[in-house]
């Protein structure tokens, strides 16, 4: 008795279509990126002639930013800036605020706004701790600082400057309680808005407003 044997012939993917597929897989996220770019370009240009009210000003302070040098309302003046309090150790919402401060960069590269990061945790957020995490959220230099200092200045600071809320955390575990809103400050130091980082709009709406200033408040 003889035994048949099926045979099954596998096709070899040609290297021309496996180099296609591979561009193809590069190119998807690249151009959904680029589409989700240009839809939020469209949405902060049709938001961004609504009036910004003046809601009080910033009032004069120095820290020090992540390369130790001291930073503050004199290096701030004229500028447009946009502000958030976080910490580095955060286990609640700072990464996604800084994820999102993150964002603003490229819509705003060719603008002179500065972003603005204030430590809430001073003791543990030193320069060099600062600096790390600006790295990993690849901040650049000269247009994104962090800052630290005295406990007692930052919480003035956040409370009686920006008027948001600040705890030290000492009744929940001494975890800093702190706002989670992005705070815009105009070329005179007045604040124009502000936005909760965590709302999936926020982003959006922050740069239609930053952009209302720019045209406003052009050099």
């Known amino acids: ?28 996220p690249l151009v959904t990126a680029g589409m989700l770019f240009w839809l939020r370009q469209i949405q902060v240009n049709a938001l961004a002639s609504r009036p910004l009210p003046s809601l009080g000003n910033v009032p004069k302070f120095e820290l020090i930013n992540q390369n130790a040098q001291p930073f503050g309302s004199q ?19 700072c990464p996604i605020i800084s994820t999102r401060m993150s964002e603003l960069q490229r819509p705003l590269e060719k603008s002179d706004v500065h972003l603005v990061s204030v430590s809430v945790d001073p003791e543990k957020d030193t320069p060099e701790v600062l600096r790390a995490y600006a790295d990993k959220l690849h901040a650049r230099p ?46 005179r130091g007045a604040i124009r808005g502000y936005y909760d980082a965590l709302a999936p709009d926020a982003v959006t709406k922050l740069l239609a407003d930053t952009n209302h200033l720019l045209r406003e408040q052009s050099k």
Not at 5 to 16: I, N
């Open 75 to 93: 290096q701030l003046a004229g500028k447009i800036w946009i502000a958030d309090f976080i910490f580095t150790t955060c286990p609640g919402p």
């Open 1 to 28: 008795m003889k035994t048949e044997t099926a045979t099954v012939a596998v096709r070899t993917p040609t290297p021309k279509r496996s180099a296609a597929w591979k561009a193809t897989l590069i190119l998807i």
């Open 142 to 187: 000269n247009r994104w600082d962090f800052l630290t200092g005295s406990q007692a200045a930052i919480y003035s600071l956040s409370r009686d400057g920006f008027k948001l809320g600040v705890s030290d955390g000492s009744e929940d575990a001494g975890v800093p309680i702190h706002s989670t809103r992005f705070v815009l400050v105009d070329r």
